[in-house]
């Protein structure tokens, strides 16, 4: 089986075959980009036994070329002007690459080649060109001195830290759908009824599947009735309870709406010392339980009654604790 080439071969191939003439025509024609970093080395590092400073910028390219698809890091380019400045000691500088990559990430990048050469007008100068292929060990974490336990992605010009839900789809874990409930204010006005509709929002960025919702109202005289998209639910329906879950079909994307039921309530006193309850709970594939859970006397609602949908939707929340409790 063929070795699958990379988008930066052309690069590797330019410096190997030409060398110093190679990188002067790569910096001439070719920015820093999302396969090429370069670096300049000021000091001489005939005698050094560490990259000190330099293990830093190693390790972060690692990282960050290591986690994307890959590139080269060149060490022996001017930092403002990126025009090439061999230095001294780069026969050094290769081993101890070499030595530090190991060192550099956790796990440890499997595939990193180091290739040297020369200046052409002065042979104690050169180059280091450092290939770091897409890692098969990714997500790798650096572990050197300034950039500890952090994440890094290739992007653009430079090594960016890894957003949390990529970094979670890295590790092969699949974000969770986060479900909130909304009871929105019903089209129609009635002088006898509260009527106002449950509705679900996907909150996460991943697609919800199998969205359900239970319901128990233990409220005397209470309609609990379909909406337009009832269409989509299996399950059944009675006249104060329901239990609905969308069909295998239905998919619901991120910060996508649901309406799932409408709720009509009539103002009719209640016993003033009995307890009534008004309970929920919603849900889809892999997000956690939802539960919304209002109980109340019935002397309070009476004090209500006469209220703005809007107060009594307030009422409801107030006396439901900490309005939604999430339950693994």
């Not at 969205?211 to 269409?231: E, M, R, S, Y």
């Not at 998919?251 to 010392?273: C, D």
């Not at 309850?277 to 339980?289: A, E, L, Q």
């Not at 209002?294 to 009422?315: C, E, M």
């Amino acid at each position: 089986m063929k070795q699958a080439i990379s988008a930066y071969q052309h690069i590797v191939d330019c410096l190997k075959n030409n060398k110093e003439q190679g990188l002067l025509k790569l910096t001439k024609e070719q920015v820093e980009c999302y396969f090429v970093d370069y670096k300049e080395v000021a000091e001489d590092f005939s005698n050094h036994t560490s990259l000190d400073k330099y293990w830093d910028i190693l390790a972060k390219a690692i990282s960050g070329f290591g986690n994307a698809l890959g590139g080269v890091l060149i060490f022996g380019v001017k930092d403002k002007d990126k025009l090439p400045s061999a230095f001294l000691g780069y026969e050094n500088f290769e081993v101890l690459v070499n030595e530090f990559v190991s060192r550099s990430t956790n796990p440890k990048h499997e595939n990193i080649k180091t290739f040297s050469f020369s200046s052409d007008s002065d042979k104690s100068k050169g180059y280091v060109m450092v290939e770091i292929a897409q890692s098969q060990n990714r997500p790798l974490q650096v572990i050197s001195n300034k950039f500890n336990h952090r994440y890094f992605y290739r992007s653009g010009e430079s090594h960016n830290d890894i957003p949390h839900d990529v970094l979670v789809g890295m590790l092969g874990y699949k974000i969770p759908p986060k479900l909130v409930y909304q009871l929105a204010v019903s089209d129609s006005n009635s002088d006898e009824s509260f009527e106002f509709e449950i509705i679900l929002r996907n909150a996460s960025s991943t697609i919800a599947k199998d969205v359900w919702l239970n319901i128990d109202i233990g409220i005397p005289k209470v309609n609990v009735l379909a909406t337009n998209f009832f269409n989509q639910f299996e399950g059944a329906k009675l006249n104060n309870s329901c239990s609905l879950i969308t069909k295998n079909s239905y998919k619901m994307p991120p910060q996508g709406v649901l309406s799932m039921l409408k709720i009509q309530i009539l103002k009719n006193k209640l016993e003033e010392n009995r307890e009534y309850r008004f309970y929920f709970t919603f849900g889809c594939d892999g997000s956690k339980i939802n539960e919304f859970d209002a109980k109340f006397q019935g002397k309070d609602f009476n004090k209500i009654i006469s209220s703005p949908l809007n107060d009594f939707i307030d009422f409801l929340r107030n006396k439901s604790p900490n309005h939604i409790i999430e339950r693994l």
